[in-house]
């Protein structure tokens, strides 16, 4: 019943800052846990930011200081908030959240995916 949104993608030049959105559709009773992975061509897929109802946001160090994941739990939605945007941040960014339902108790959902480019 769960379907994961992104958007927010696009192109922007090094130094810039993009805002990636999860909207969750569904009937949801609680968002879990969010994670955001990215894959660049030729790369295996990395996780990059997590968080926890009522916790902090976590980072991989090459992120940390820059993005910020957050959840509005009113509009049942994601985000990811990226600043001073480098050409290595270019990828396809995914949104990965565990969400409780009555149907299904708490699984996994992905996204579909959204491209950042960033250029030099």
């Known amino acids: 019943q769960v379907q994961l949104v992104e958007s927010g993608g696009g192109l922007v030049q090094a130094g810039g800052s993009l805002r990636l959105s999860c909207a969750a559709s569904?009937?949801?009773?609680?968002?879990?846990?969010l994670t955001w992975a990215r894959q660049a061509p030729g790369k295996q897929r990395e996780m990059i930011a997590t968080?926890?109802?009522?916790?902090?946001?976590n980072y991989v160090d090459s992120v940390k200081g820059r993005f910020t994941i957050s959840i509005d739990n009113a509009n049942n939605t994601m985000y990811l908030q990226m600043r001073s945007l480098k050409p290595e941040d270019t990828a396809v960014y995914y949104c990965?959240?565990?969400?409780?339902?009555?149907?299904?108790?708490?699984?996994?959902?992905w996204g579909q995916g959204t491209q950042v480019t960033v250029s030099s």
């Open positions: 990965d959240a565990n969400i409780y339902t009555l149907a299904d108790g708490s699984k996994d959902y």
């Open positions: 569904g009937r949801i009773f609680r968002i879990n846990h």
């Open positions: 968080i926890s109802q009522g916790g902090v946001g």
